[in-house]
């Protein structure tokens, strides 16, 4: 028998290692795995990483502080599909968090994760890049980024995927990447219209919300509404309105809506389809609050132009938002205010609104505790009352004119703004007027005029004037202490606010107590140095300073040294002299505080007596309101000097009275007398002149007579005339002198003066031309030279039955009284100058 031998097997090869399975509970193993070589446990590794991921944000955490979140950003390139896929899973779901999201920015992975959105790789893939870049892209920097990789093209043709995930995930990163104008403009250009269009009919709700938002965006660019109509929009928006399964987008619907219906042709597109009667619709069915509210707001975006609110109008749109008003909810109620402003730029919308009784409702949300609606409320009556009076007395009416003013203490800057627009609007009739100031509306407008919104300072100012057109409106403002945040306004560097200042400003001036309070409170030089500028001039500085000095023509001769035919100078005007650049003038009862000094003495004029001024001060007390004339307020100025001796004697008497009825009451405090205020002391001998010019001037019968006869009057009064070349022995100067120290004062009345030279007489003749009616001027020259001006026609006229034109005359006063001398003549400059 033969021996059997036995076969050994062949040895395994030394290089190949056994297949070892692994099963690791830690995180951390897992996370080295991914540094391996081997497909198989990459695979595996990314696999396991995203199931961990996907528990939570802590697992995320975990996993980016044991460093998975950088190789993995490496695999999503590997050459392997499987290993890239299941690396892409993980790092799209670790991509929520904002540690991972701040590290991928850091590694550039932006352009890794949009080269794989080509066509040809696992829709898988598609599906967490997309989530991945859903996620970065809510970071501006990362936004720029994908944009600069041209990463917008592809996402949108994944927005035709089959795979409702990376249309989702697609769609949300275009959504927060047209955020920013230049990717909306991209949209449009990548023709990404169309299908945002087809994501509408998606059955996945959070896909139509998402194309929607992404609509209501893209849709604020002019070209891209065009395209919108182009491809149907409005037939696909339409649609998804008119499917009740959808209401709960309907509120993203009406914004896009609303947005493309800011274009002209929209709206005559969507009219012509019957989409108008479906947007009114929304509006007068009762519904969800924010769907009533977004289909006003698209009214009032269709509202804008002037077509539109009248194809409104015709559709009868002021009664569905009349009936709106009365419905609860701030927004809607503060969407429907905003409608009724815009569709009140229409005019025969204003007439329906107040026929329908819209106006009361409007009024009545003033005292609404939302903010916002009351802003918009008072922007509704802003527009309502525009150039519209009727519409401003049904807001009296309704007792709007006490809500508007309450409403000026508003903390909201544009709920001040309008309220104070439509107290404007009211103010320009009387009773209105009236019954607006009699709510404190003066007071209450000096908190807008400090305001830091400069539109508020400005309606603010508006209403100022408007109110302060009457005298009463001026007495609140002075007493309620407006005149110092007004004037303060003169500095602000805001245009407009400047330029509306000035002109509430001409409007108080149009008194003198006003004019003097404002001149005292700087307002003159002010205006003075705004005119001065060529860039801060305007028309309204001008007319300002020009009211300021008319209503003090005082300070207008001292400044200006001319005083027109039209300023007619009255008791209380004095002559303080030529005021010096920058030099204050001073009051009358600031000049009679001073100590008698060789300065030039000022000339003052008054021919009431004092009796007169005690009753008409007398009368302003018991009324509580302003006078009309400047005398009272330039005579009653408050101050302490010298008082008549039957004042004092009368003063006294009271004293002693007052002193003997104490004596029986040791213990109770002695009375005290009020000090009475400063007057000018009444001029008896004006007071004649004044009488006797009026007596043998004006029965003559032509203006040459009157003329020469009231200079004769003058010289005669004024020491006769004087030779040219014996002025230097007509002592002027010794007499004014002797009546300054006989007064003890620097004001020396017009009346005392018996040796007058030119500017004596020139002021003389103005005054006493004033009193009686006849026109002339008065102007100051130099080397104390002053002069009046004449108009007087003389010569043949170019055309028959035609009068000569009237040319200027300076009435000699000193020389040859009563010469008349055409100006521009040598006599007449000689007259000027010697």
Not at 24 to 31: E, I, Q
Not at 81 to 86: A, H, M, W
């Amino acid at each position: 028998m033969g021996k059997k031998v036995k076969k050994e097997s062949e040895p395994p090869s030394k290089d190949v290692f056994d297949p070892l399975p692994i099963e690791s509970k830690k995180a951390a193993t897992v996370v080295l795995m991914l540094n391996s070589p081997e497909e198989e446990v990459l695979v595996k590794a990314c696999e396991a990483i995203h199931k961990f991921a996907e528990k939570g944000d802590e697992n995320r955490s975990s996993l980016l502080g044991l460093g998975a979140v950088e190789p993995l950003s490496h695999l999503i390139s590997h050459e392997d599909k499987l290993v890239r896929r299941n690396a892409f899973m993980a790092l799209g779901v670790m991509a929520a968090n904002s540690d991972v999201k701040r590290l991928l920015k850091k590694l550039n992975a932006i352009p890794s994760i949009i080269g794989k959105l080509s066509p040809e790789e696992d829709v898988v893939v598609h599906e967490f890049a997309t989530l991945c870049l859903a996620s970065l892209s809510v970071d501006f920097s990362c936004k720029v980024q994908i944009s600069d990789q041209e990463g917008l093209e592809p996402l949108i043709q994944l927005l035709s995927s089959p795979d409702p995930d990376v249309k989702k995930n697609s769609v949300e990163t275009i959504c927060n990447l047209v955020q920013d104008l230049p990717s909306r403009v991209a949209v449009r250009e990548l023709n990404g219209v169309p299908p945002l269009l087809e994501l509408l009919r998606s059955e996945f709700p959070v896909i139509q919300q998402l194309s929607l938002r992404t609509l209501v965006i893209v849709t604020t660019d002019t070209d891209t509404r065009a395209t919108f109509r182009e491809e149907q929009g409005f037939d696909r928006l339409l649609e998804f309105l008119c499917n009740k399964e959808f209401s709960d987008l309907h509120v993203e619907a009406l914004q896009v809506l609303s947005n493309c219906l800011e274009d002209r042709d929209s709206l005559q597109l969507i009219h012509e389809t019957g989409g108008l009667q479906r947007l009114l619709q929304f509006i007068t069915t009762p519904t969800l609050l924010d769907i009533q509210t977004n289909a006003v707001k698209a009214i009032y975006r269709v509202a804008q132009s002037s077509e539109n609110r009248k194809l409104l109008h015709e559709q009868e749109i002021e009664r569905s938002l009349v009936e709106l008003l009365s419905l609860e909810g701030d927004s809607l109620r503060t969407a429907t205010c905003q409608a009724v402003a815009a569709m009140s730029l229409h005019l025969a919308s204003k007439d329906a609104f107040r026929d329908l009784d819209g106006i009361r409702a409007v009024v009545q949300l003033l005292g609404s505790e939302g903010g916002e609606v009351r802003e918009a409320a008072a922007q509704a009556l802003s527009s309502l009352t525009s150039s519209n009076q009727l519409n401003s007395y049904a807001v009296y009416e309704a007792e709007g004119d006490e809500g508007l003013v309450q409403q000026l203490h508003d903390v909201i800057p544009g709920a001040v703004a309008h309220a104070a627009a439509v107290l404007t609007n009211m103010a320009e009739q009387e009773v209105l007027r009236c019954s607006i100031l009699s709510h404190g509306a003066m007071a209450a407008l000096l908190e807008p005029l400090q305001s830091a919104d400069t539109h508020t300072m400005v309606r603010a100012t508006q209403a100022l004037a408007a109110l302060a057109c009457d005298a009463e409106g001026r007495a609140d403002l002075r007493n309620a202490g407006g005149l110092v945040p007004l004037v303060q306004l003169l500095r602000c560097n805001h245009k407009e606010v400047r330029r509306n200042a000035c002109w509430a400003i001409s409007v108080c001036a149009n008194d003198e107590p006003t004019a003097v309070e404002m001149c005292k409170l700087g307002a003159l030089d002010l205006l003075q140095e705004i005119n001065s500028s060529a860039n801060r001039r305007n028309k309204f500085s001008e007319i300002a300073l020009q009211r300021l000095l008319d209503s003090n023509l005082s300070l207008k001769y001292s400044l200006t040294n001319t005083l027109a035919p039209t300023d007619i100078t009255v008791d209380g005007f004095y002559d303080p002299g030529q005021a010096r650049s920058g030099q204050r003038v001073l009051t009358l009862e600031d000049l009679s505080k001073q100590p008698v000094n060789q300065r030039r003495p000022v000339i003052a004029i008054n021919a009431k007596p004092l009796d007169t001024v005690s009753v008409d001060q007398s009368e302003e007390r018991q009324q509580d309101s302003p006078t009309e004339t400047r005398t009272a307020s330039v005579l009653s100025s408050k101050g302490s000097t010298r008082t008549p001796s039957k004042g004092k004697s009368k003063g006294r008497k009271e004293d002693e009275k007052l002193r003997d009825e104490d004596e029986s009451k040791p213990q109770q405090e002695v009375a005290t007398v009020t000090e009475k205020p400063w007057m000018l002391p009444y001029d008896a001998a004006f007071h004649a002149l004044v009488t006797e010019a009026t007596k043998t001037i004006l029965p003559l019968h032509t203006e040459s007579e009157q003329y020469s006869a009231l200079a004769r009057l003058v010289s005669e009064v004024m020491g006769g005339a004087v030779e040219v070349d014996r002025q230097h022995d007509f002592l002027w100067e010794l007499h004014l002198s002797e009546l300054r120290y006989e007064l003890q004062s620097n004001i020396i009345p017009i009346g005392q003066i018996r040796k007058g030279t030119y500017y004596h007489r020139a002021l003389l003749y103005k005054v006493l031309a004033d009193r009686i009616g006849v026109s002339c001027s008065l102007v100051r020259g130099e080397y104390n030279r002053v002069w009046n001006e004449v108009l007087l026609s003389v010569g043949t006229p170019h055309y028959p039955g035609c009068q000569p034109q009237p040319r200027a005359h300076l009435v000699d006063l000193i020389h040859q009284p009563g010469r008349l001398l055409r100006a521009n003549t040598p006599q007449a400059k000689q007259y000027q100058t010697i």
